[in-house]
């Protein structure tokens, strides 16, 4: 990859890693966009740059990190659903990251289910992310699991999860992003262990890529996390659900059409 493509990659992870409108979904277009060959290192990359944004919900919620072994406890509780599942379906879950079509029709879908979740879940009962039952962690937690189907957002599923439990907007963003922390350490490191088992190597180029892209991601996930929650407590899901359908409608046409997604 050249230096804009590491960086084009990075500012999208950044933005959308924690947006309703799936990282993982913008990832596959954007590489097919640019004729990015999926190989061993860009199929890595796309997973390790999200050390990147786990650092920026670190930083931002410090305080929050280090208030009781509770917290940690429900994180792990709502993470175990997702490294079951994981490990179980990983090579169909390969499989599925290189199709622009299945992130395509899941867009659609989660869209059209982010236009009405504002009204089907509009009587919240918490309104503080900490509240949250170790029960509800790991309801939260299987949601979390419909977001190994590429494009339907980790953050989508488990925000959509946590409303359906009486979380408010605000709290049920926030509880995803914590749970973010070990669910993509944890899809990072399956990576890199499956990347040197089969015999790969780091180049200089790509080890320079990595560091790049983590810290561009970094940087820009500070800014989306911080825009995110003031806006989704004040407007809800709406935009971000005719977002992912127009998206996702342009891509179903374009592949139905025989168009090909890369343009560079």
Not at 94 to 112: F, K
Request: overall charge neutral.
């Amino acid at each position: 990859m050249t230096l804009i493509e590491t960086i084009v990659l990075a500012i999208v992870e950044g933005l959308t890693e924690f947006l309703p409108v799936s990282s993982t979904g913008h990832l596959i277009i954007a590489t097919a966009l640019m004729g990015i060959e999926p190989s061993a290192f860009v199929k890595l990359f796309t997973v390790a740059i999200q050390l990147g944004t786990i650092l920026s919900v670190v930083v931002l919620y410090f305080k929050r990190f280090f208030r009781s072994w509770s917290f940690y406890l429900k994180l792990l509780v709502a993470f175990i659903p997702a490294a079951f599942f994981g490990l179980l379906f990983s090579d169909v879950i390969d499989n599925m990251l290189e199709s622009p079509m299945v992130v395509a029709i899941t867009l659609v879908l989660g869209g059209i289910i982010l236009l009405f979740v504002d009204r089907w879940f509009n009587a919240p009962v918490t309104d503080d992310s900490d509240d949250v039952s170790y029960f509800t962690a790991f309801k939260i937690g299987l949601f979390q699991c419909l977001a190994m189907i590429p494009g339907t957002s980790r953050s989508g599923a488990t925000i959509v999860g946590g409303m359906t439990q009486k979380l408010s907007r605000k709290a049920a963003a926030e509880f995803s992003f914590f749970l973010a922390v070990p669910t993509m350490f944890g899809a990072t490191a399956k990576k890199l262990l499956d990347f040197y088992k089969e015999g790969n190597q780091f180049t200089a180029d790509e080890y320079n890529a990595l560091i790049m892209g983590n810290v561009v991601g970094f940087v820009v996930a500070v800014i989306a996390i911080k825009s995110f929650i003031g806006y989704v407590t004040k407007y809800g899901f709406k935009a971000f659900g005719w977002y992912r359908i127009v998206v996702g409608g342009i891509i179903i046409v374009m592949l139905l059409s025989g168009h090909s997604l890369s343009v560079l």
